[in-house]
């Protein structure tokens, strides 16, 4: 009985974790329509975004001692909708833009799966999914888990 009750707990919060990234994911593709936000965690490494895109640059000329976030307005520009690597210099530096829709594409059918697979009858058993109509003894007869009888 205990193990059960860990698989639901750790699918709901896997159900919950796929609609959160999908829910962020769009909120983060509008927002990279108007605004460039660009992250840098220090060294060479740059995390910014493109109009439906994210961008990671890796320059070593520029090294950041710091960590720095800056938001700016930008002119508008036509979405990123594929793929595109490029090596600048052929010393390990490039850049990589990775369109919003490539992150999302395997996250919804995911999520629209676990949910859909959520939805059981209100008279049926939430283990086994079993249909209870009818049942009065308070146990399922499918798998043996205790029913609370409303």
Known sequence: MGDMNRRIRMRRIFKWVCTGSCASLAIFWIVSLYRNISYTPGGPWEFTTHPGALMIIKDSDYYWHYSRLEVRPYYWEHP???????????????????????????????????????????????????????????????????????
């Open 80 to 150: 990123q909708f594929w793929w595109v690597h490029s090596s600048t210099k052929g010393n390990n530096d490039f850049y990589v833009f990775v369109p919003i829709w490539m992150i999302l594409l395997p996250i919804v059918p995911v999520s629209f799966w676990i949910w859909h697979s959520d939805r059981h009858p209100k008279s049926g058993c939430i283990n086994c999914r079993y249909n209870l109509t009818g049942n009065v003894s308070g146990v399922c007869p499918e798998c043996g888990s205790v029913i609370e009888i409303t």
